[in-house]
């Protein structure tokens, strides 16, 4: 089973960008589905982003509005988020998250509950 460790969450003002990583460590990554989920306080897990084991699909959640991208290296075992034009209401902590594909490798996912491992999170901080 393949373990998962965030990283590149930190404190910016609104404007900025951060680059977030998903380290996984374990077993390769190509035949999970990855995805990015955040959740803010008092709220529940929202999802991000989701990429294909292929990383042909991508799929956004709806306030993304073209600012993030995801992006994974199966080689190097890492999943990446760039966000950039942060805005106050994205600060949350944000989860990396993994699925086995079970041989659908064009497959994508969004709903929480679709994926079975998940990383401790890093919190994502915006100023206004």
């Known amino acids: 089973q393949v373990q998962l460790v965030e990283s590149g969450g930190g404190l910016v003002q609104a404007g900025d960008s951060l680059r977030l990583s998903c380290a996984a460590s374990?077993?390769?990554?190509?035949?999970?589905?990855m995805g990015w989920f955040r959740q803010a306080p008092g709220k529940e897990h929202e999802f991000v982003a989701t990429?294909?084991?292929?990383?042909?699909?991508?799929h956004y959640g709806d306030f993304v509005k073209g600012r993030f991208t995801i992006s994974r290296d199966n080689n190097k075992r890492t999943l990446s988020l760039q966000m950039n034009n942060l805005k106050p209401e994205d600060t949350a902590v944000y989860y990396c998250a993994a699925r086995p594909t079970k041989g659908n490798i064009g497959g994508i996912w969004t709903l929480r509950d679709s994926y079975d491992i998940w990383g401790q999170g890093t919190q994502v901080t915006v100023s206004s």
């Open positions: 990429m294909s084991v292929t990383g042909r699909t991508t």
């Open positions: 374990g077993r390769t990554l190509i035949t999970y589905a």
